[in-house]
């Protein structure tokens, strides 16, 4: 098998590599597709875990098919299409410190290689309406999305959503809460990007780097009463604007650190509007394979931006790293 492997924080080193035995109760998944977060940029350049034991395997979101079965194995059979899930032993309930241990890539081994041995419970049916590059964006990104605004959220028709900016998880939130009859209202840095926007079903589009005090803009579409929810993937660096635009009682869903992850803010709207901060860590198993189905029976598909070969994986990081792209970064795996 071949692996791309971190040797060195900053660079990535195509590997060859012995095929890992099989146990009980594993699978061996042929990858088909695996698709890029910014929790893999940052891991690759050593901010996210510097103390992650090295040469690792990064990368957390695939698709594949079965291509062999251990004993005991159930759930699936050679032939299948299944994609991971982000936290292999998380298949329900409340997140622990023991779950967050089987996070992959980081500190399990990743998935941008051309096989991967799983645990039967870490994986997940692929929906038979995406293909293989789709299919490898839901598992951090779409999940993620989810999990904020249905698990916690539990959003309904009518409510508004704030999601900031063109990534991964801004989009299927777009998607989701659209598709559940929310009014969302995008923002952006450039203004090319705002058709997209409306087409793919946001209400409004706020241009931030135009309208720096973009948490008052928010605010004033939704005639001062402000949104019920907001996909905060900015982190420390929006935090501020955020509690601007969420209206009394709530939510703001602290997903990402693309901001920072370390500024003061003002704690006094979070107590004067009865505001909760919810921080979300992707999400459970049976919370991945509920959404598959709402995807599927919704006719989601994901937004791909770009689809590099295996062997251009460092391109693909690299059009990450560029922030250019809308919606998802991906590999093709042969």
């Not at 012995?18 to 597709?33: C, D, K, Q, T």
């Not at 994986?123 to 999305?145: F, I, K, Q």
Request: aromatic residues 6%; neutral net charge.
């Amino acid at each position: 098998m071949k692996r791309w492997e971190i040797r060195s924080f900053g660079s990535l080193e195509l590997a060859d590599a012995p095929s890992a035995p099989l146990s009980a109760g594993e699978l061996r998944v042929g990858v088909r597709a695996v698709s890029l977060n910014y929790r893999d940029l940052l891991l690759v350049e050593g901010s996210y875990n510097p103390k992650l034991r090295l040469p690792s395997v990064p990368c957390s979101d695939m698709a594949g098919e079965v291509l062999e079965v251990g004993e005991g194995v159930t759930r699936f059979a050679v032939g299948d299409r299944v994609i991971g899930s982000f936290v292999q032993s998380w298949t329900a309930g409340r997140l622990t410190r023991a779950h967050q241990s089987t996070a992959l890539a980081s500190p399990l081994p990743g998935v941008l290689a051309t096989e991967r041995v799983f645990p039967e419970g870490g994986l997940v049916r692929a929906p038979d309406t995406l293909d293989d590059v789709e299919a490898s964006t839901l598992p951090c990104a779409a999940l993620t999305a989810w999990h904020a605004l249905v698990d916690h959220g539990r959003l309904t028709a009518g409510e508004a959503v704030l999601v900031q900016g063109t990534g991964g998880v801004s989009i299927f939130a777009l998607q989701i809460a659209k598709a559940l009859g929310a009014r969302v209202i995008a923002t952006t840095s450039r203004s090319e990007r705002r058709p997209r926007l409306l087409e793919l079903g946001a209400s409004q589009v706020v241009n931030y780097r135009e309208e720096p005090a973009w948490g008052r803009a928010v605010r004033a579409l939704t005639g001062g009463a402000g949104v019920d929810h907001v996909v905060e993937v900015g982190g420390a660096g929006t935090l501020a604007q955020s509690l601007q635009a969420v209206g009394a009682g709530g939510s703001v869903y602290v997903i990402g650190i693309l901001g920072g992850a370390s500024e003061p803010f003002n704690v006094l709207p979070v107590l004067m509007n009865e505001v909760r901060l919810q921080g979300v860590f992707v999400g459970p198993r049976d919370s991945l394979e509920a959404m598959c189905k709402a995807l599927s029976g919704n006719a989601i598909r994901p937004v791909v931006d770009s689809v590099f070969a295996f062997d251009q994986a460092p391109d693909a990081f690299a059009r990450l790293r560029s922030g250019a792209h809308f919606g998802k970064v991906a590999i093709r795996v042969p």
